[in-house]
């Protein structure tokens, strides 16, 4: 590739990054990279490169041209990296990614050559608008989770999604851009060097921090729901006083329930964005591919709608392509500044937080905080006094011998073949109820279920779900004799807006032998209307005790 053109001759000894770059323009001389990107404006700076306006004088289009700064075009492991963005992201072709076209280098200069796209940030749409509508915020992240699912089909994760990387087009149009600290799966080992944590704090996922999990496609999931969960509740769903404090926060505790912060949400969208956002990567969505399906029934599919977004916000630039690493100085919150690579305060405040964690999990692991009893309550028993346990601390596993439907308006069960998969101690396998076309259960029928035979008669005093669908509304019956009259049960127990993992406590055990799950409406939206679980456990006294 050629030597840059600088017009003034006195130039050319300079090795100009981004700041020499700024001046010389300032100073009206032009500024043309490989002979042919002629840089015009730049549109935004972070921690690792510049990003310009430019003008292909070859194929006579706008540009925007990456250009790493000069203390890091020094680096070879930084070059490395660069390089290897321009490999990763060369494979990726798809209507909501940003393409790029060219790489190169001129002299000491290090750059990348990619789509312009007129238009904002969502970073930027968020900050003027506060909140998106419900549909707009589905049909955005219904078109990032696309993008990414076919990113990881390829190989490839992009390890920093955040609203600053996603761009809103004028004409409606939604991408996914920077691939910059991407890394190609079926290459360990490389890049990624150990301690070192790659991606931004508000979005970062649990096992980017503490190394419990291989960094995969659910990584960027996570980042996506943050992201959604930003959009709807009008703020970060974690936020500490320093960056390593809000990438703890959520090794430690739940963010506050969507619908909490904004009522207006659809429960299944709440459902949607709090499965993306589990702290396990083994509880959320399969794929991004998955998500995008569950995201499309609440997606707004106006593109006017998604159009006027950049039109509205405030203190727009022209066109501001995705930033590297951080946003300008003056622009954003400190804990938007990027993991990858900061400096060495950064490497100790997360060797900190992995050794804070590593306490955390061993103590849990040695007072036994890790079990059961730390499932969220809900029913009939209220909080119990840490020394008055009653009859739940004495509580043991009762074996449970058949499962059945209960379907009484619609004759035909609900997929009974898959009802063994709520005993087999695996969450990979699950029952559910059909798929509805409302959450009203099409207006077919008041609910859906599925019964509990123990056998014989037992002592209950609690009841644990595994829920693959958190939002669901749920009732707890019991009876001595099984039957598909709901009235023939007497309800025990309620469960409204049941998390992902719910025990149901009485407040007295009951004496039974068969239990009815009941499903009522309104339906949670999870790639369509349904109630899904992974597994029941039934807790009672032992056999003989008195009650």
């Given at each position: 590739?050629?030597?840059?053109?600088?017009?003034?001759?006195?130039?050319?000894?300079?090795?100009?990054?981004?700041?020499?770059?700024?001046?010389?323009?300032?100073?009206?001389?032009?500024?043309?990279?490989?002979?042919?990107?002629?840089?015009?404006?730049?549109?935004?700076?972070?921690?690792?490169?510049?990003?310009?306006?430019?003008?292909?004088?070859?194929?006579?289009?706008?540009?925007?041209?990456?250009?790493?700064?000069?203390?890091?075009?020094?680096?070879?492991?930084?070059?490395?990296?660069?390089?290897?963005?321009?490999?990763?992201?060369?494979?990726?072709?798809?209507?909501?990614?940003?393409?790029?076209?060219?790489?190169?280098?001129?002299?000491?200069?290090?750059?990348?050559?990619?789509?312009?796209?007129?238009?904002?940030?969502?970073?930027?749409?968020?900050?003027?608008?506060?909140?998106?509508?419900?549909?707009?915020?589905?049909?955005?992240?219904?078109?990032?989770?696309?993008a990414?699912?076919?990113?990881?089909?390829?190989?490839?994760?992009?390890?920093?999604?955040?609203?600053?990387?996603?761009?809103?087009?004028?004409?409606?149009?939604?991408?996914?851009?920077?691939?910059?600290?991407?890394?190609?799966?079926?290459?360990?080992?490389?890049?990624?060097?150990?301690?070192?944590?790659?991606?931004?704090?508000?979005y970062?996922?649990?096992?980017?921090?503490?190394?419990?999990?291989?960094?995969?496609?659910?990584?960027?999931?996570?980042?996506?729901?943050?992201?959604?969960?930003?959009?709807?509740?009008?703020?970060?769903?974690?936020?500490?006083?320093?960056?390593?404090?809000?990438?703890?926060?959520?090794?430690?505790?739940?963010?506050?329930?969507?619908?909490?912060?904004?009522?207006?949400v659809?429960?299944?969208?709440?459902?949607?964005?709090?499965?993306?956002?589990?702290?396990?990567?083994?509880?959320r969505?399969?794929?991004?591919?998955?998500?995008?399906?569950?995201?499309?029934?609440?997606?707004?599919?106006?593109?006017a709608?998604?159009a006027?977004?950049?039109?509205?916000?405030?203190?727009?630039?022209?066109?501001?392509?995705?930033?590297?690493?951080?946003?300008?100085e003056?622009?954003?919150?400190?804990?938007?500044?990027?993991?990858?690579?900061?400096?060495?305060?950064?490497?100790?405040?997360?060797?900190a937080?992995?050794?804070?964690?590593?306490?955390?999990?061993?103590?849990?692991?040695?007072?036994?905080?890790?079990?059961?009893?730390r499932?969220?309550?809900v029913?009939?028993?209220?909080?119990?006094?840490?020394?008055?346990?009653?009859?739940?601390?004495e509580?043991?596993?009762?074996?449970?011998?058949?499962l059945?439907s209960?379907?009484?308006?619609?004759?035909?069960?609900e997929?009974?073949?898959?009802?063994?998969?709520?005993?087999?101690?695996?969450?990979?396998?699950?029952?559910?109820?059909?798929?509805?076309?409302?959450?009203?259960?099409?207006?077919?029928?008041?609910?859906?279920?599925?019964?509990?035979?123990?056998?014989?008669?037992?002592?209950?005093?609690?009841?644990?779900?595994?829920?693959?669908?958190?939002?669901?509304?749920?009732?707890?019956?019991?009876?001595?004799?099984?039957?598909?009259?709901?009235?023939?049960?007497?309800?025990?127990?309620?469960?409204?807006?049941?998390?992902?993992?719910?025990?149901?406590?009485?407040?007295?055990?009951?004496?039974?032998?068969?239990?009815?799950?009941?499903?009522?409406?309104p339906?949670?939206?999870?790639?369509?209307?349904?109630?899904?679980?992974?597994?029941?456990?039934?807790?009672?006294?032992?056999?003989?005790?008195?009650?």
């Amino acid at each position: 590739m050629e030597a840059g053109n600088v017009t003034d001759p006195a130039e050319h000894t300079e090795a100009m990054g981004g700041a020499a770059i700024t001046e010389h323009l300032r100073r009206k001389h032009t500024v043309v990279l490989g002979g042919r990107y002629e840089l015009t404006e730049r549109i935004a700076s972070g921690g690792m490169a510049s990003v310009w306006r430019a003008h292909d004088d070859v194929l006579a289009r706008t540009v925007a041209v990456k250009l790493l700064h000069d203390h890091l075009a020094a680096d070879e492991d930084f070059r490395e990296r660069f390089r290897r963005e321009a490999i990763a992201a060369a494979k990726l072709t798809h209507p909501h990614v940003v393409s790029l076209y060219d790489t190169g280098a001129d002299g000491d200069r290090v750059y990348l050559v990619m789509e312009f796209v007129e238009g904002a940030t969502l970073r930027e749409v968020m900050a003027n608008l506060g909140t998106l509508e419900p549909g707009q915020a589905a049909s955005i992240g219904e078109r990032i989770a696309r993008a990414l699912d076919y990113a990881h089909d390829r190989g490839l994760v992009h390890r920093d999604v955040k609203p600053a990387n996603i761009l809103i087009g004028d004409d409606g149009s939604v991408k996914v851009a920077d691939f910059g600290i991407a890394k190609a799966e079926e290459h360990d080992g490389d890049l990624t060097r150990t301690g070192m944590v790659l991606g931004t704090a508000a979005y970062v996922a649990p096992e980017q921090i503490t190394g419990s999990h291989p960094v995969d496609g659910r990584a960027d999931q996570y980042a996506l729901g943050c992201m959604l969960y930003e959009a709807l509740a009008g703020r970060q769903p974690f936020k500490g006083d320093t960056a390593v404090a809000t990438a703890a926060q959520r090794l430690e505790s739940n963010a506050t329930p969507l619908r909490a912060l904004r009522p207006d949400v659809p429960r299944g969208l709440e459902s949607i964005v709090g499965r993306a956002m589990a702290r396990h990567p083994e509880d959320r969505f399969v794929s991004t591919a998955a998500l995008a399906d569950a995201l499309a029934a609440f997606a707004d599919r106006d593109p006017a709608h998604t159009a006027a977004l950049p039109l509205a916000t405030a203190h727009r630039v022209a066109r501001r392509q995705s930033e590297v690493g951080a946003p300008p100085e003056d622009q954003g919150p400190p804990e938007q500044e990027s993991f990858a690579r900061s400096e060495g305060r950064w490497l100790l405040g997360v060797l900190a937080l992995i050794i804070v964690a590593g306490a955390l999990v061993g103590a849990a692991l040695v007072t036994g905080a890790l079990d059961s009893d730390r499932l969220p309550r809900v029913g009939g028993a209220e909080e119990e006094d840490p020394g008055d346990q009653g009859d739940t601390a004495e509580a043991e596993p009762i074996t449970i011998a058949a499962l059945a439907s209960f379907d009484p308006a619609g004759g035909d069960g609900e997929n009974d073949e898959s009802l063994p998969a709520l005993l087999d101690e695996d969450r990979s396998s699950t029952w559910r109820t059909d798929i509805y076309n409302s959450a009203e259960f099409g207006g077919l029928k008041d609910g859906v279920g599925f019964s509990v035979d123990l056998g014989e008669s037992r002592d209950v005093s609690r009841v644990e779900l595994d829920v693959e669908t958190p939002g669901v509304n749920l009732e707890l019956h019991v009876a001595d004799q099984i039957s598909q009259d709901l009235e023939e049960w007497d309800r025990v127990a309620t469960a409204d807006d049941a998390p992902a993992g719910v025990a149901i406590d009485l407040e007295e055990s009951v004496t039974t032998r068969h239990l009815l799950i009941w499903i009522t409406p309104p339906l949670p939206n999870s790639g369509g209307y349904k109630a899904e679980f992974s597994e029941i456990r039934v807790m009672g006294l032992p056999t003989g005790r008195d009650n």
